[in-house]
């Protein structure tokens, strides 16, 4: 006798898009809550949480741990659905890039626009790079970005500055 899919009720879409977990992640997370599920009631207890997470090799400390159930339990029931499990291990599961492995990108980046080496980039290299990628701009808009780049007006930004433009997370 064929057994049901147990991943049939899962909107893997969504649960991705909210958590950024991949499909083999969400299904390995079905599993580990359908066991804690003892009683098959499709919630998991908040009063288990702490119980929950180290069995799976986390150790949020008290305040983490209340933190993340806040977070988790919008509405207080004390009742952790899947998807609410699933956002609750995300934060444990999907790590922030790498500092490092993020500078090593842009420092190879930079140098393509540092053709010569010489540790800057020219405002006028920087207006057709800013040009091609946000195409069409006026000149006016573009004066504007170059001008907010280049804040100390020297004509140039250097990979300091270029880490900076990169890095930073647009308003």
């Given at each position: 006798m064929a057994r049901a899919d147990p991943y049939a009720d899962i909107?893997?879409?969504?649960?991705?898009?909210?958590?950024?977990?991949?499909?083999?992640?969400?299904?390995?997370?079905?599993?580990c809550f359908?066991?804690?599920d003892t009683k098959k009631q499709d919630y998991l207890s908040a009063?288990?949480?702490?119980?929950?997470?180290?069995?799976?090799?986390?150790?949020?400390?008290?305040?983490?741990?209340?933190?993340?159930?806040?977070?988790?339990?919008?509405d207080g029931s004390g009742e952790i659905e899947f998807g609410e499990f699933c956002q609750l291990c995300a934060t444990f599961l999907v790590e922030d890039p790498d500092i490092e492995v993020?500078?090593?990108?842009?420092?190879?980046?930079?140098?393509?626009?540092?053709?010569?080496?010489l540790g800057y980039i020219t405002t006028e290299t920087l207006r057709g790079l800013i040009g091609e990628l946000l195409a069409p701009l006026t000149d006016e808009e573009l004066d504007g970005i170059i001008e907010e780049l280049d804040e100390d007006g020297?004509?140039?930004?250097?990979?300091?500055?270029f880490c900076e433009m990169m890095m930073n997370k647009p308003e």
């Open positions: 909107d893997f879409d969504e649960v991705t898009e909210a958590t950024g977990l991949a499909i083999d992640e969400i299904k390995c997370l079905k599993v359908d066991l804690f009063d288990d949480l702490d119980e929950i997470m180290r069995a799976m090799g986390f150790r949020p400390s008290k305040e983490e741990l209340q933190e993340l159930l806040e977070e988790i339990d919008e993020m500078k090593r990108e842009l420092k190879d980046a930079f140098r393509i626009y540092d053709k010569e080496g020297s004509g140039s930004m250097d990979f300091d500055e």
